[in-house]
């Protein structure tokens, strides 16, 4: 079936603009987590869906950065004036759920994110 | 806070060679201990899993046990393939966390024919 997408593949910003990512995640699965990954940071959470629960936003690095799930599916994480220390790839991850280590997360092929 | 280390790395290897990727970890809590792997160009992926203490994950010719004791959970294959180059991960997971992952730096492995 159907993995995890993520949208679009490559995306190069010039610093300062908005840019936005798109995350579909495994059909039935409730929970939703994006995490990045770079060169400096290697790869670390950033924010966590579960429902219809409010989200877990504890990794998000600044409030330049959002997320927003709707109708429990697709998700589309934010970033408000970026600056070239948000260059990164960022990755969604979905599981069918969030109560215990059974709950395998599938991760999407990522966004590769590049500030000029 | 709760944080997963790796050996430094890369690691570099001749095919059928043994291999050990160090992990420790530090938690709050009982964590699930996981190793991810990201082949070339490939998203990243579950290897293996162990969710308590001495349990033995596998996969693919691959181990890891769960040692509390030592707060470890070394990765370790008999005989590496060059198919098997890869970055791995070293990742902990919390329920009280919403099982969000926790991840090591990542060990670059290349397997040399």
């Known amino acids: 079936g159907a993995g995890v997408s993520q949208s679009p593949s490559n995306k190069v910003t010039e610093k300062g603009k908005d840019v936005e990512l798109r995350c579909d995640p495994i059909?039935?699965?409730?929970?939703l987590y994006w995490y990045r990954q770079s060169l400096g940071q290697g790869l670390e959470f950033l924010i966590y869906?579960?429902?219809?629960?409010?989200?877990?936003k504890s990794g998000l690095p600044s409030d330049r950065f959002s997320a927003e799930r709707t109708g429990g599916s697709v998700s589309t994480l934010t970033i408000q004036r970026t600056q070239q220390e948000d260059s990164a790839v960022y990755l969604c991850?979905?599981?069918?759920?969030?109560?215990?280590?059974?709950?395998?997360?599938?991760f999407g092929p990522g966004t590769r994110l590049t500030v000029t | 806070g709760d944080s997963v280390t790796q050996m430094e790395g890369p690691v570099t290897l001749s095919e059928e060679a043994f291999l050990t990727i160090n992990c420790t970890y530090t938690a709050t809590g009982y964590p699930s201990l996981f190793w991810y792997v990201q082949y070339p160009g490939e998203g990243l992926q579950l290897l293996l899993k162990a969710t308590k203490a001495d349990d033995k994950g596998s996969n693919k010719g691959f181990e890891a046990t769960y040692r509390k004791e030592t707060t470890s959970f070394h990765l370790e294959k008999g005989s590496v393939q060059v198919s098997d180059s890869a970055v791995y991960f070293c990742a902990l997971s919390l329920q009280a966390s919403g099982s969000r992952l926790t991840f090591g730096e990542g060990t670059q492995l290349t397997v040399n024919p």
């Open positions: 059909s039935g699965h409730t929970a």
């Open positions: 991850a979905s599981s069918l759920g969030s109560g215990g280590p059974s709950y395998e997360q599938y």
């Open positions: 869906f579960q429902g219809n629960s409010a989200p877990d």
